[in-house]
């Protein structure tokens, strides 16, 4: 078998370079494996054997291909023996200096024309090959974990690196099984980058006391399509491992706001309470399962009064049209009457701002998210101002629970909690091609592989409209006065003349 890189040299024998060799035994490449601790790739050999087993036990791998891939796995007790190999790639500790070291002495072994790539998820692919006498064949081949599964591998070019080698890179990728995308040597490169927005959101909207972990990761699985909320995500990665690539980022950065990593992160780390990995995170996991806090029940209510639906409501048609249909007694009329429930429907800002510019009683007024049309969630998400009466609250909650779809009420915030995520995702995502981090079509790819997100973070823009989601951000610019919500020049050019944002830019 064929391969663009006969024999691979994969030195760190961790998780990620146990899966790459792997991927590349099964591709027909001669594997050889290092690692400083001779143990470990002992240890690694012995687990893909049986891994390999374990595949052909399920019908995935006949016995000839699961002979031919142990025979193709080698162990390498030196670097010395990854003289002969055509690529050798690195996945050791995120370390500078390290990698430095260990690719100063690769250069001295391998053949001229023989490529070095690194693994590495954070750290610039050009400082790492600054001290090496010929940069131009080294590269960042990034994977993601567990390799096998992620189908999706960065190519990365530094500064000094010879376009050919990343063509290499790339056909290779393609002989792995895997999709490869092109990323610019920028912080994050792709994945990491464009997934700031999910967390990092995510935790100042915590940290401001709008909503319990729970809720929040309830609201963006049940209206948006992700898979796993945003602190469940993070238990499952470790924040020992995600807290340091925003603290990386942001700082390689040089602090720009829209990557500002959350204390509550922070003091996490610190105390070890990390995730699954430690028994608890923002969940609790007795006995590995995770431990969720129920959902507050819906509220009885024995007479619902009459709803007015402020004119300047997003989606206004539909929302009076779900009103009718869940029975509410609707109000037509220029204002609420005094005994009337106010629904308001704002995009980007808080409800408190909407009662007072359009003169509504706030202790009467209860806002409804409604940046997504009602029939695509399945949940509904309401937002009480601090002077919202706690009957009105309930009479909200009891009302749009009443076909059986799931009903959060949260705290007020400019921007919900679904707006303010998928606004800071598509923006990020914005900056990103604006930056020539890399194309739309590689930057949705990588997102949805890499990620798993339900679409591409430009698709949910188009989604839910370029001008929505413009005007989200305009908002909340107004009302937190926080750079981090600046509009990118490149969506608020796409927004202003209506082109998709998956429109690529010449």
Same mark, same amino acid.
């Given at each position: 078998?064929?391969?663009?890189?006969?024999?691979?040299?994969?030195?760190?024998?961790?998780?990620?370079?146990?899966?790459?060799?792997?991927?590349?035994?099964?591709?027909?490449?001669?594997?050889?494996?290092?690692?400083?601790?001779?143990?470990?790739?002992?240890?690694?050999?012995?687990?893909?054997?049986?891994?390999?087993?374990?595949?052909?036990?399920?019908?995935?791998?006949?016995?000839?291909?699961?002979?031919?891939?142990?025979?193709?796995?080698?162990?390498?007790?030196?670097?010395?023996?990854?003289?002969?190999?055509?690529?050798?790639?690195?996945?050791?500790?995120?370390?500078?200096?390290?990698?430095?070291?260990?690719?100063?002495?690769?250069?001295?072994?391998?053949?001229?024309?023989?490529?070095?790539?690194?693994?590495?998820?954070?750290?610039?692919?050009?400082?790492i090959a600054a001290g090496l006498k010929t940069p131009q064949?080294?590269?960042?081949?990034?994977?993601?974990?567990?390799?096998?599964?992620?189908?999706?591998?960065?190519?990365?070019?530094?500064?000094?690196?010879?376009?050919?080698?990343?063509?290499?890179?790339?056909?290779?990728?393609?002989?792995?099984?895997?999709?490869?995308?092109?990323?610019?040597?920028?912080?994050?490169?792709?994945?990491?980058?464009?997934?700031?927005?999910?967390?990092?959101?995510?935790?100042?909207?915590?940290?401001?006391?709008?909503?319990?972990?729970?809720?929040?990761?309830?609201?963006?699985?049940?209206?948006?399509?992700?898979?796993?909320?945003?602190?469940?995500?993070?238990?499952?990665?470790?924040?020992?491992?995600?807290?340091?690539?925003?603290?990386?980022?942001?700082?390689?950065?040089?602090q720009e706001p829209r990557y500002r990593p959350s204390v509550?992160?922070?003091?996490?780390? /610190? &105390?070890? +309470?990390?995730? $699954?990995?430690?028994?608890?995170?923002?969940?609790?996991?007795? @006995?590995?399962? !995770? #431990?969720?806090?129920?959902?507050?029940?819906?509220?009885?209510?024995?007479?619902?009064?009459?709803?007015?639906?402020?004119?300047?409501?997003?989606?206004?048609?539909?929302?009076?049209?779900?009103?009718?249909?869940?029975?509410?007694?609707?109000?037509?009329?220029?204002?609420?009457?005094?005994?009337?429930?106010?629904?308001?429907?704002?995009?980007?800002?808080?409800?408190?701002t909407v009662a007072v510019v359009e003169r509504l009683d706030?202790?009467?007024?209860?806002?409804?998210?409604?940046?997504?049309?009602?029939?695509?969630?399945?949940?509904?998400?309401?937002?009480?101002?601090?002077?919202?009466?706690?009957?009105?609250?309930?009479?909200?909650?009891?009302?749009?629970?009443?076909?059986?779809?799931?009903?959060?009420?949260?705290?007020?915030? /400019? &921007?919900? +909690?679904?707006? $303010?995520?998928?606004?800071?995702?598509?923006?990020?995502?914005? @900056?990103?091609? !604006? #930056?020539?981090?890399?194309?739309?079509?590689?930057?949705?790819?990588?997102?949805?592989?890499?990620?798993?997100?339900?679409?591409?973070?430009?698709?949910?823009?188009?989604?839910?409209?370029?001008?929505?989601?413009?005007?989200?951000?305009?908002?909340?610019?107004?009302?937190?006065?926080?750079?981090?919500?600046?509009?990118?020049?490149?969506?608020?050019?796409?927004?202003?003349?209506?082109?998709?944002?998956?429109?690529?830019?010449?």
């Amino acid at each position: 078998m064929q391969t663009q890189y006969n024999t691979v040299g994969v030195a760190g024998a961790g998780a990620m370079g146990r899966g790459i060799a792997q991927i590349a035994a099964q591709a027909g490449s001669t594997v050889r494996l290092y690692d400083s601790q001779p143990e470990a790739v002992a240890r690694a050999i012995q687990e893909l054997g049986a891994q390999w087993d374990r595949l052909r036990e399920k019908g995935r791998m006949d016995a000839d291909a699961v002979a031919a891939c142990k025979e193709r796995l080698r162990p390498a007790a030196s670097l010395q023996e990854l003289a002969d190999c055509g690529l050798v790639v690195e996945a050791i500790v995120e370390r500078l200096d390290v990698k430095r070291a260990l690719f100063a002495q690769l250069e001295e072994i391998v053949a001229v024309d023989a490529v070095l790539a690194t693994n590495t998820s954070s750290l610039s692919v050009t400082a790492i090959a600054a001290g090496l006498k010929t940069p131009q064949r080294f590269a960042g081949y990034h994977f993601f974990n567990p390799v096998p599964l992620m189908k999706v591998v960065e190519v990365i070019a530094g500064l000094k690196t010879d376009p050919a080698v990343c063509e290499g890179l790339t056909a290779y990728a393609r002989q792995l099984g895997h999709t490869p995308v092109q990323a610019g040597d920028t912080p994050g490169f792709i994945v990491n980058h464009a997934g700031r927005g999910y967390n990092t959101e995510a935790l100042r909207i915590v940290g401001e006391g709008v909503a319990d972990f729970a809720t929040i990761d309830r609201i963006l699985r049940d209206q948006v399509g992700f898979r796993l909320g945003p602190f469940e995500l993070m238990d499952l990665t470790g924040l020992d491992v995600s807290h340091p690539v925003m603290e990386s980022i942001y700082g390689q950065y040089y602090q720009e706001p829209r990557y500002r990593p959350s204390v509550i992160a922070a003091q996490r780390v /610190a &105390g070890g +309470v990390i995730g $699954r990995k430690s028994g608890e995170g923002f969940y609790r996991y007795p @006995d590995g399962k !995770q #431990q969720v806090p129920a959902e507050p029940p819906v509220p009885a209510v024995d007479e619902l009064p009459p709803v007015w639906v402020s004119t300047r409501a997003s989606r206004r048609s539909e929302l009076l049209q779900l009103l009718k249909d869940l029975g509410a007694k609707i109000e037509t009329g220029q204002s609420p009457s005094a005994q009337a429930l106010t629904i308001v429907a704002p995009l980007g800002f808080d409800v408190t701002t909407v009662a007072v510019v359009e003169r509504l009683d706030p202790a009467r007024t209860v806002g409804i998210d409604f940046l997504i049309e009602d029939a695509a969630v399945k949940r509904r998400v309401l937002a009480t101002n601090p002077a919202t009466r706690r009957d009105m609250r309930d009479a909200a909650h009891a009302l749009f629970a009443r076909d059986g779809k799931a009903v959060s009420v949260i705290r007020d915030s /400019a &921007g919900f +909690v679904t707006q $303010r995520v998928l606004a800071t995702i598509v923006n990020i995502a914005a @900056d990103m091609c !604006q #930056q020539r981090v890399c194309t739309p079509k590689d930057l949705e790819t990588a997102v949805t592989l890499g990620l798993g997100y339900p679409l591409g973070p430009l698709a949910m823009g188009d989604r839910w409209g370029p001008t929505n989601v413009l005007e989200v951000l305009f908002n909340m610019q107004t009302v937190y006065g926080d750079p981090r919500y600046r509009p990118s020049p490149w969506l608020r050019r796409r927004g202003a003349i209506g082109l998709s944002l998956l429109h690529v830019e010449e």
